[in-house]
């Protein structure tokens, strides 16, 4: 298992994550030092500097899909993003044209698969246990594929959504996935494909003739539309949603970010929240993020190897 190293300092200064207390018991946010996988002592310190912020608990998680891709789900930007050019379905396309849901629903049958089969890794289960020893208050995901809640978490944020559920553009009734996957493989009885990339939204990359003929099946409700009850490229987090994650970040101690490179501004906005009041923002990601400038501690690393080592130098639970 890899370990910690400090590579440098963003601006000289030396981590402050875990250090000057504000007046309300808060921990003071700001710039602090980055930290990547190599063997030195220092790097090890910074890992236990973060330890000693999280022991304090009233942590808040956002994280990303940074923290699914050791359970197999691709991400857009992250290590293995950066070799793949993936074009997502955006919610414009998918609700103006019945030939684009058609496509989508044949790529996402043929990819549901995959998601319905991963299973959450060390990282997920590193947070439901922070959480369980009442650490970690609040779980704000941008992930649709359902893993905190399979290693364990409660009461998790599902800012994206979840692919695990479908709802009715006409009537807005939410299903199960399962039962849509159901209905479509009795709607398509010889449709057999067994390859196709899996992409980060949960489809696979098929070609035309792969989709040709593949039966939609609609709401069985009011005949409508049915789409994944997730948020497309496009499409706006709905705003209660989003009231309810910037409450848990404003009243954290510390704003925890797990595997994202906060490029789009849905999770951005929370770092920004973060450092806005007072809230020390901490980083562990593989590369740099768009919220590097406002964190108090940069560790890049894998999460799965990341999460359980902060576990273990933490008090043995209760």
Not at 13 to 23: E, F, V
Request: glycine share 14%.
């Amino acid at each position: 298992m890899a370990e910690l190293a400090l590579t440098g300092g963003l601006d000289g200064r030396a981590d402050r994550i875990g250090s000057d207390p504000g007046t309300d018991g808060r921990l003071t946010g700001g710039p602090g030092v980055a930290g990547s996988v190599a063997g030195d002592r220092a790097g090890r310190d910074l890992l236990g500097g973060l330890a000693s912020v999280v022991a304090c608990a009233g942590v808040v998680i956002l994280s990303g899909a940074g923290l699914s891709t050791e359970s197999g789900i691709p991400d857009y930007r992250g290590p293995t993003g950066r070799a793949r050019r993936a074009e997502p379905m955006t919610y414009q396309t998918f609700t103006a044209s019945a030939a684009a849901r058609g496509r989508y629903w044949a790529r996402s049958h043929r990819g549901w698969r995959h998601i319905a089969s991963a299973l959450p890794n060390a990282g997920h289960l590193a947070v439901a246990e922070l959480q369980r020893r009442g650490l970690v208050t609040g779980i704000i995901t941008q992930n649709v594929d359902g893993l905190h809640e399979a290693a364990g978490a409660r009461d998790v944020t599902e800012l994206h959504g979840s692919l695990h559920r479908v709802v009715c553009l006409g009537c807005g009734q939410r299903t199960a996935r399962t039962e849509l996957d159901r209905r479509l493989a009795i709607a398509n009885p010889g449709w057999r494909v067994s390859g196709g990339v899996i992409k980060p939204d949960g489809d696979a990359d098929l070609t035309d003739d792969e989709v040709a003929g593949f039966r939609v099946v609609d709401c069985l409700q009011c005949g409508g539309a049915l789409k994944p009850d997730v948020v497309f490229f496009g499409e706006n987090v709905p705003p209660p949603r989003v009231a309810g994650a910037r409450m848990l970040v404003e009243s954290a101690r510390c704003l925890l970010v797990l595997g994202s490179s906060l490029t789009v501004m849905s999770g951005y906005r929370f770092v920004r929240d973060a450092a806005r009041h007072g809230v020390a923002v901490a980083i562990v990601n593989q590369g740099p993020t768009r919220g590097d400038h406002l964190a108090s501690v940069l560790v890049d690393a894998p999460l799965g190897s990341a999460l359980p080592d902060l576990l273990r130098r933490l008090s043995p639970a209760a």
